[in-house]
């Protein structure tokens, strides 16, 4: 069992950064690809990006990509995506996750197993 709790959401201009962590209980939490994923309301789970166990892998959405940093610290438990040049269209919860997989990363929400509660970004033009 894995406990994931996010933070670091807030309201910010566009253009602006936000760092968001999540921290997760329990002494496995280096068996997990951890993921970020965000939803609007009225719309699918979104993936925006993911890193494998050891983070040698990391994959981001196009729509993301060169702008969002995802980052992992196994010692600490914790993991961490940072937003910079964000855009209204950015606007949404996002939701921190963990997926017990065989081989590196997944996009899909459904691989994964365990989720935060979200926390909400807000980018204003």
């Known amino acids: 069992q894995v406990q994931l709790v996010e933070s670091g959401g807030g309201l910010v201009q566009a253009g602006g950064s936000l760092g968001l962590s999540c921290a997760a209980s329990g002494r496995t939490f280096s068996s997990y690809t951890m993921g970020w994923f965000r939803q609007v309301p009225g719309k699918e789970r979104e993936f925006v990006s993911c890193?494998?166990?050891?983070?040698?892998?990391?994959y981001y959405a196009d729509s993301v990509k060169g702008r969002f940093t995802i980052s992992r610290d196994n010692a600490k438990n914790t993991v961490h995506l940072q937003m910079n040049s964000l855009k209204p269209e950015d606007t949404a919860v996002y939701y921190c996750?963990?997926?017990?997989?065989?081989?590196?990363?997944?996009?899909?929400?459904?691989?994964?197993?365990?989720w935060g509660q979200g926390t909400q970004v807000t980018v204003s033009s």
């Open positions: 996750a963990a997926a017990r997989l065989r081989d590196g990363v997944s996009l899909i929400s459904d691989d994964y197993d365990y």
């Open positions: 890193t494998s166990r050891s983070a040698v892998n990391t």
